[in-house]
């Protein structure tokens, strides 16, 4: 039986949700009979994933201390590919780090703000395409104990804060791109062509073996990641990418998506800022921002209403996927007030309505 429809207040607006299909109901709907998994998918632990619905994504590094901005001119796009927009040289983008020192990061407050807002999963940065480890890496100095002020781990207490409070612990990794350590891939660059910078010269192979591969091994290792969220494969094969895909055996189950290589399935798929017209016959995910950028921009606030997240949290779940909403945290490691505002307006709202987002699966009705 379908839970009855909910008639809710959102932001001075009426509000009436049919909610998606409860997993517990005893005839799943014909498209979700159909539902092929992938094999990555068969192997991993999706049941709690499927369950979840709704979780956090935060885009943090050393591009949050320019802020957009480089020799005080507003750079267009995402602030976290600021080093690769503006073409900043390797030497002079490496100074960022010192720059980086985040006294007032208070890692169990985000994971009380994430479980609050009613996420399920949380997904930290361990190094984006600027090639910076949030953490010890012992491969590399271009981290953040060897190159900050700071120097301490960052991903560690968010793992702690995330086995505390009940939520699940997921990582993204940048196995493809990474502009400062040499032989790492670069947008818009084809393999063996020069970079902006000659720093960037070196073999994109060599760079795998010596940096990328063991850098997944100490991340797999250091925390008990239940995601991996690898991203753009620019360079990437099926022969670079089968290392990698050992190294996943370190956690047995562990749910990860499908940009590790083109070609290679996943567990789900990830519309990036937009939500498919309907449902899709394999797991999905869509990752979006609340304004314009991934990494914290001082200048960009242009913010979707709580309203406008709402609705798009019901859209997804309705047709069977999960939203990964993002926070891109300051230089001081704060989460940006605007973000903070609309998590526990959000977290208000799943309070009285989470039973139709959670353990949902499709709208049993065809494509209107």
Not at 162 to 174: E, L, T
Not at 328 to 335: C, D, Q, Y
Request: aromatic letters at 12%.
């Amino acid at each position: 039986m379908f839970r009855a429809m909910f008639l809710t207040i959102c932001a001075g607006t009426l509000i009436l949700t049919a909610p998606a299909r409860s997993a517990a109901d005893e005839k799943p709907p014909a498209k979700q009979a159909a539902f092929a998994a992938s094999d990555a998918a068969k192997k991993a632990d999706m049941q709690w994933w499927r369950e979840s619905r709704f979780g956090m994504l935060i885009t943090w590094g050393v591009y949050c201390v320019p802020a957009g901005a480089y020799h005080g001119e507003k750079v267009p796009w995402l602030g976290e590919w600021i080093m690769r927009q503006a073409k900043i040289p390797v030497a002079e983008y490496r100074e960022y780090a010192k720059q980086f020192n985040p006294t007032q990061y208070d890692p169990d407050a985000w994971i009380r703000l994430a479980k609050e807002a009613g996420m399920k999963y949380v997904i930290v940065m361990p190094k984006h395409h600027d090639g910076f480890a949030m953490y010890d890496s012992k491969v590399t100095d271009w981290d953040v104990v060897d190159a900050t002020p700071y120097g301490k781990d960052l991903m560690q207490p968010l793992h702690q804060a995330c086995k505390k409070h009940g939520v699940r612990f997921g990582v993204y990794y940048s196995q493809d791109q990474d502009w400062v350590h040499p032989g790492g891939s670069k947008s818009g660059y084809k393999e063996g062509e020069p970079g902006w910078d000659p720093a960037h010269d070196g073999d994109f192979d060599e760079y795998l073996e010596k940096i990328a591969l063991p850098q997944v091994k100490e991340i797999l290792t250091n925390y008990d990641a239940d995601i991996l969220w690898w991203d753009t494969p620019r360079w990437m094969t099926k022969e670079r990418a089968q290392p990698f895909l050992e190294l996943l055996e370190l956690r047995p189950g562990i749910v990860w998506n499908n940009r590790l290589c083109k070609g290679i399935k996943g567990c789900f798929t990830t519309p990036e800022q937009r939500i498919p017209d309907t449902g899709l016959d394999y797991d999905w995910e869509t990752c979006m921002t609340m304004n314009h950028t991934w990494g914290y921009k001082s200048f960009d606030h242009d913010w979707k209403s709580t309203e406008s997240l709402i609705q798009k949290l019901v859209d997804i779940a309705s047709k069977g996927g999960n939203f990964l909403l993002n926070v891109g945290p300051t230089k001081e490691g704060i989460i940006p007030e605007p973000s903070v505002k609309r998590l526990k307006e959000i977290g208000r709202w799943m309070n009285v309505n989470g039973e139709a987002i959670y353990g949902t699966t499709a709208s049993p009705f065809a494509a209107p």
